[in-house]
């Protein structure tokens, strides 16, 4: 595994939104970095054949196989929803003020397509 790998690992255990998703981030990168399986099962209070799905779903699929989340909490997909929005909305205030030079109007406009967004 290569140091630009564990990095990857790390950002997402660190500031992925969902919990479930960073610790499964978290038991990968104590796998890949040398811990036993029976050692991270011990260290994150879980059964050894998590430490096990989780570590073959990374082998087989990557970062992207282990982020996918099957597991549906409201909380958690509402707020990924608005911050998946808001991602949108910086983009296009950062486009909009290189493009115009004025930041008054994008900020009144992102304003309303997150209230959109939120109310859908």
């Known amino acids: 595994m290569t140091d630009k790998q564990l990095d990857e690992l790390f950002h997402e255990m660190i ?6 998703v960073r610790k499964k981030c978290l038991v990968v990168y104590f796998r890949k ?6 050692e991270v099962a011990e260290l994150l209070r879980i059964d050894e054949d998590t430490v096990t799905n989780y570590t073959k779903k990374y ?33 296009r205030y ?3 003020q ?4 004025t930041g008054i109007t994008t900020i009144h406009s992102s304003v309303l397509y997150i209230a959109t967004l939120s109310c859908r």
């Open 59 to 91: 082998d087989e699929s990557g970062l992207a196989g282990l982020l996918e989340e099957n597991y549906h909490h409201p909380a958690i997909t509402a707020l990924m929803h608005l911050q998946q929005a808001l991602k949108l909305c910086i983009g």
């Open 15 to 20: 500031l992925n939104a969902n919990p479930r």
């Open 33 to 38: 970095k040398g811990y036993r399986r029976e």
């Open 98 to 101: 290189v493009a115009h030079k």
């Open 94 to 96: 950062q486009q909009y």
